[in-house]
Structure formats: structure tokens, C-alpha cells
């Protein structure tokens, strides 16, 4: 194997295992916040269904012809191998029933995960029936992402806990907790597509982003984690929440900010190569941050 294939090689798939890896980390320490002894077959699972939604994506990312051309050129070339992601995610319920694992959630997970990236919502365009992905509508891109990234670990958790258990975490704790990874994935693909804003424009791909341009976008997330933030602040000083619950909120928020910087620095240009991975450290630390907060 040439130096060169094996660089190829890393660079178009160590983003997609470095995501999975932060999804196997959200799952472990969903587990220990409900007290729940971690599952092997569970974090694993969740890691390879993970892992098989963006191998999925990258598949059917047409834009990427102009946003990461050579990684669109390797996937047209592989086209054949497109079915290996859904023979993943077909492995992965198959053990998840075998072992008494399978929750809705799980369900949940694999349908919107392969709805985001294969045109299966039926949608009236032009009062013409046609169907998209998730990711083709406005907005509803961003939110699906956040929503199911940043619920789908504690929910699966929750279900796989005995009753007594799962009531450890206060309510209102539980509710922050989920906010911030929701909040924080929001930035993260909406920044994303900041990132990618020429090649959307190009494409004809409408994006939160695309449409309101880079620095409109930057400050409406801005607002978003200032408002967001205020609530939190009022809240933890009136006593309702616990310590460790605000800290994992300022933390992954403030950290998700600052690495998404590069981004909206246009004069500099920080190459995909750094941003890429800079900004899934976000994914990473919520995974870190949940786990620490778990075994105090």
C-alpha cells in the first residue's frame, strides 16, 4: 500500500471514524449518567450505525463535487460498495435484537439517519410531487442533526434503564444536559455549511448559510448561544441545577464557539483539513464532558 493511497485513504475517512468514535463516547457516557453499567454491544452498535450514516451520506453528497471534489471522485469511483453502509446498519440491528438491545430509538436513529441522506420525503415542489432528503430542505437539515445527535444517546440509555435509575438525574439537569449537545451540533452544521457556503451557492444547494451568507450566520448562532446562555445563568443562579450540569453547558458551548472561528475567517482561509477535524472535536469533548460529569 503506496504512502500516498494510505493518505487518500485517511483523509477521506478519518473524519467520518473520528465522528463515530465521539458517538460511541456520547453513548458510554449516556450510560453512566443514568447509571447504567456500560454495554459493549450497545456502545459498539451505536458506533458502527454511526459510522455507517456519514459513510452513507458521503455517498449520495452530490454537492461535494465542488465543496471536497476528491473525496467526491473516490465515492463516484466506489459506487458499487455504496450498499456496505446498509449492510452495516442491517448488522447492527440484527445484533442489537439478538441481544435484547433494540430500542425504538434505535429505530428512530436508522430511518432519519437514511432519510437525511437518500431522497425518500415526499415533498410538492412546484405543485409537482418529488422527493428529497432531509438535508435538501432549509433548516430542517440543521435541526434533524442536532436533534437526533443530541437526543438518540440519552433516550437509548433511558430505555435500556431500569425505572429507579433513570430517575438519578434530576429532570430539569437531564433537560440542560441534552440542550447543550443539541445547541453545540446545531453550531457545529450550521457552521459546517458556512465552511462550504461557494460550493452550496454553486450547486444551487439552499443552506441556512448559503442564503443568509457567512457573517449573518455568525451572529444569529451567536444569539442563539447568548440567549441560551442567559437562560441557563438565570436558572443555575436560582438554584435549580447542579454544578456539574452547568459546567458541561458553558464548557462544550464556549469550546464549540471558539473552534468554529476558523471558519468565519474568510481573509485567513484555514484549510477543510483543519477546520474539518477542529470542529468534531465539539462531538469529542460532549462525549468527554458527559462522561466526567458521571463518575463525579
Known amino acids: 500500500m503506496s504512502t500516498a493511497f494510505l493518505k487518500s485513504w485517511l483523509k477521506i475517512f478519518a473524519p467520518i471514524a473520528l465522528l463515530a468514535f465521539a458517538a460511541g463516547l456520547q453513548m458510554f457516557g449516556a450510560l453512566l449518567y443514568f447509571d447504567s453499567k456500560p454495554d459493549t454491544i450497545l456502545i459498539f452498535s451505536y458506533v458502527i450505525i454511526s459510522f455507517s450514516i456519514y459513510l452513507l451520506n458521503r455517498y449520495t453528497d452530490d454537492e461535494d463535487s465542488i465543496n471536497c471534489p476528491e473525496q467526491r471522485m473516490y465515492f463516484q469511483r466506489k459506487k458499487s460498495l455504496s450498499a456496505i453502509p446498509i449492510a452495516m446498519i442491517f448488522i447492527s440491528f440484527i445484533l442489537l435484537a439478538s441481544f435484547s438491545l433494540l430500542t425504538i430509538w434505535h429505530i428512530v436513529l436508522i430511518v432519519c439517519g437514511v432519510v437525511y441522506s437518500v431522497a425518500m420525503v415526499p415533498w410538492l415542489k412546484n405543485k409537482k410531487l418529488v422527493f428529497l432528503r432531509i438535508k435538501d430542505v432549509v433548516i430542517l437539515k440543521n435541526i ?27 429532570t430539569l439537569d437531564l433537560v440542560v444536559v441534552i440542550f447543550a449537545f443539541c445547541l453545540t451540533t446545531f453550531i457545529n452544521t450550521t457552521s ?101 460529569i458521571s463518575i463525579q
Request: with cysteine; net charge negative; proline share 4%.
Open 144 to 170: 434533524s442533526v442536532s436533534l437526533l445527535w443530541g437526543i438518540t444517546p440519552f433516550a437509548i440509555a433511558a430505555s435500556i434503564t431500569s425505572t429507579e435509575t433513570t430517575m438519578n438525574p434530576s
Open 192 to 292: 459546517c455549511d458556512v465552511r462550504d457556503i461557494e460550493g452550496d451557492q454553486i450547486a444551487g444547494v439552499r443552506t441556512i448559510a448559503a442564503i443568509l451568507g457567512r457573517n449573518v450566520t455568525g451572529l444569529i448562532l451567536i444569539g442563539i448561544s447568548v440567549a441560551a446562555s442567559v437562560f441557563v445563568g438565570i436558572v443555575s443562579y436560582l438554584g435549580y441545577l447542579h454544578a456539574n450540569t452547568i459546567l458541561l453547558f458553558f464548557i462544550t458551548t464556549l469550546w464549540t464557539l471558539l473552534v468554529s472561528i476558523p471558519i468565519y475567517l474568510k481573509s485567513i482561509n484555514v484549510p477543510k483539513i483543519i477546520t474539518e477535524p477542529l470542529i468534531d472535536t465539539q462531538q469529542i469533548l460532549c462525549g468527554v464532558a458527559l462522561i466526567v
